[in-house]
């Protein structure tokens, strides 16, 4: 479908400010915010709720065989994507889509790295080590929370390598519109880096 039949997909609405797009993602990131809050509600009342022994406990931070240099290091490659994200809009701006091509690769490569990271380290020796869905509630809502965060990762790998492909032809038959989308592409993946930063130290410091 052609650019010129969507309105605002370029220039700001008179009324909100921001072209079309801009303001979707927001809506849909407010959406989403609602749903990470939830199950950060849960945690919290699952938490409150547990017995203090029992096979039923939370258990202490001791006890999760999980570890913080691992969920830390994670944590630095999203934070290092997010750079790489918005360093690829602002190339995109100056009008350098070689280098914004590269950057946009650097990003998906930190992504997948990241859950490369997250499933062979993590997820499989605990599952070896028996911790799964069925061994309390803490280790429930674990892989709850970090398998939706996981799959929104692996949502954003998905679009971001469309625009590196065959998205990228939109560049060269409207320049701005495409900066718009990998702007509203980039409001996205920071949102998905800033869950983890919440999630890290409420999964992997605090007891």
Known sequence: ?????????????????????KLGVWLFLASEVMLFGAFFSAYILLKVGAPLE?????PLHSERHMSWMIGGFNTLV????????VMAWVSLKSGNFGKAR????????????????????EYIPHWRDGLTTNTSNFWGIYYTMTGLHG???????VVISYFIGPGSKLWHENPE?????????????HFVDLVWIFLFPTLYLMS
């Open 177 to 189: 519109y495409y900066t718009n989308r990998i702007e509203c592409t980039g409001l996205y993946w």
């Open 102 to 121: 590269m950057l946009l690769g650097a990003t998906v490569a930190l992504a997948v790295l990241f859950l490369v990271i997250k499933i062979t380290m």
């Open 1 to 21: 479908m052609s650019s010129e039949l969507l309105p605002y997909t370029v220039k700001p609405h008179p009324v909100t400010g921001v072209y079309s797009g």
């Open 151 to 157: 799959v929104h990762i692996l949502g954003g790998i």
């Open 78 to 85: 999203l934070i290092i994507s997010s750079v790489t994200m």
């Open 54 to 58: 029992g096979p039923a406990h939370w």
